[in-house]
């Protein structure tokens, strides 16, 4: 393979005339664009024969890394598991040719997905009744906000504006509570990681809209105190807010709805398959308590998107819980669980464990145990790519320095968590030893250490703006 040749930029390959496709004769005329419509010069186009287009995008393409190439610890946005199944019923000519404005008599079937997958998240969750249309889970958070502005409004309870996150959400939490025109009001954490009651019992008061929570947070800690926290938020008239972004550990093992959520989102794209790397696709439903059904989309004034959501989506995730069924969908928590436990407990003498704690499916490091070697989270999660491994969430959540939050998923065999756990403490011993190696990492890959500040200062995302650089 020659890399070199076909790694460069497609423009670099280019000699004009020529061509890898040729348009066939045309046969029917031609039409003239009108002249304030047309190019005043022909667009800068690359050039090239039909081999060197195949083997500069297919060489490209092994560049990828996904989860059908290897390990991908991504804590807490992690693709879960994403059955090849899945996206074959996905691909079906009777569901991928729908029409969203067909009508209802010839799509019985698809209409039977879309009401069947909203039962069954139902059933999952212990929620009455789901909406099917946010786009990813920001946008059912957002959704999920509306709603429970739209619940206090119609009661004419109109000082309600706060909305209370705790300090180690996913960033998401704050922004769709302050886009929904809410005030964000910051719990703490104790110690071991969890909501602080004593805390949250200080900013309770008839403003509260709503508490936005994550179960298992991002620390990946069960919130035990959950009934409490429950009955103190309704006792002074808010609404409780679920994040189910990650609910795998959760899953036909308990359900928010019975721990005294009123409203939560469910990020199917993450917990029941659909491969969502780069940003999408996506969907996240949203699930409201008994009482509340008619301030769903739909049944409301409230419209957050056009016919019925990422249908592809949805699809993906009914053929997942459906292949998985009632039996065997309770084994996802507890293997998610064991197999993130089983990486803590490994790995804990030479990575700094902040909370020393049974956690659920993913946990946080704080970096290396020993300090002195210089060698930081960064580092780490570089020289990880050295070793064919896809790094772990980095730097989030913000409460530790030197964050490094690993997500096995239930998915994964023994042998490649033992594979993972070998390299990792291979990673620490060298960050002693031979700590430049770390540092300068990574040394394999198509392109080395990129700096990041200059990357987001300077972004060259054009041909011609790296040709005006030089
Ligand atoms: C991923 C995630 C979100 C946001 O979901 P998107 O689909 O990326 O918008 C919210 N909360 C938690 C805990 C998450 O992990």
Excluded: W
């Excluded at 936005?212 to 808010?238: D, Q, R, S, W, Y």
Aim: aromatic content about 8%; glycine content about 8%; hydrophobic content about 35%.
């Amino acid at each position: 393979m020659n890399n070199r040749l076909y790694g460069n930029l497609i423009f670099e390959l280019s000699h004009p005339g020529r061509r890898a496709y040729s348009l066939p004769e045309n046969k029917f005329g031609s039409y003239e664009v009108p002249a304030d419509m047309r190019r005043a010069a022909d667009a800068a186009l690359p050039e090239c024969d039909e081999l060197t287009v195949v083997r500069h995008y297919t060489n490209h393409s092994a560049n990828n890394f996904g989860v059908n190439n290897g390990f991908y610890p991504l804590g807490s946005c992690t693709m879960k598991y994403n059955p090849a199944i899945d996206e074959e019923i996905a691909a079906m000519p009777e569901f991928a040719n729908l029409h969203p404005l067909q009508p209802a008599d010839t799509c019985r079937g698809a209409l039977d997905v879309y009401e069947g997958l909203q039962r069954s998240l139902s059933e999952i969750s212990g929620l009455a009744k789901f909406t099917l249309n946010p786009f990813a889970g920001a946008h059912g958070e957002l959704t999920g906000l509306m709603i429970i502005r739209a619940y206090h409004e119609r009661r004419g309870d109109l000082k309600r504006t706060k909305v209370i996150v705790p300090d180690s959400a996913h960033g998401t939490n704050p922004a769709s509570a302050a886009v929904c025109g809410l005030d964000v009001v910051e719990v703490k954490s104790t110690p071991e990681g969890i909501v602080d009651v004593d805390d949250l019992r200080s900013l309770l008061d008839d403003t509260v809209a709503a508490m936005m929570m994550t179960n298992p947070n991002t620390l990946g800690l069960f919130e035990k105190e959950i009934p409490e926290i429950a009955e103190l938020v309704h006792g002074c008239g808010g609404l409780m807010y679920y994040d189910g972004a990650n609910l795998n550990p959760m899953l036909g093992v308990c359900r928010p709805g019975d721990m005294g959520f009123d409203v939560m989102h469910i990020n199917l794209h993450k917990t029941f398959s659909t491969p969502h790397g780069g940003g999408g696709p996506g969907a996240g439903p949203v699930g409201v308590r008994k009482g509340m059904e008619d301030l769903l989309p739909g049944e409301s004034e409230i419209s957050v998107g056009p016919y019925h959501g990422n249908f592809a989506v949805l699809l993906r995730a009914y053929a997942y819980i459906l292949s998985l069924g009632k039996e065997h969908i309770k084994e996802v928590g507890p293997l998610a669980t064991l197999n993130a436990n089983y990486i803590k407990e490994s790995l804990k003498d030479v990575y700094h464990l902040p909370i020393d704690t049974v956690c659920k499916h993913e946990f946080v490091f704080d970096g290396l145990e020993d300090k002195s070697t210089g060698v930081t989270t960064m580092d780490v999660a570089k020289r990880l790519l050295d070793y064919g491994y896809h790094a772990p969430t980095i730097y989030f959540p913000l409460l530790f320095h030197e964050s490094l939050m690993i997500e096995p998923t239930e998915s994964e065999s023994k042998d490649t968590i033992d594979g993972f756990i070998d390299v990792m403490r291979r990673i620490a011993e060298e960050a002693a030893t031979q700590p430049e190696v770390v540092k300068s990492a990574p040394h394999n890959t198509p392109i080395g250490r990129v700096d990041d500040v200059l990357a987001a200062k300077h972004p060259v995302l054009t041909y011609r703006q790296m040709d005006t650089q030089e």
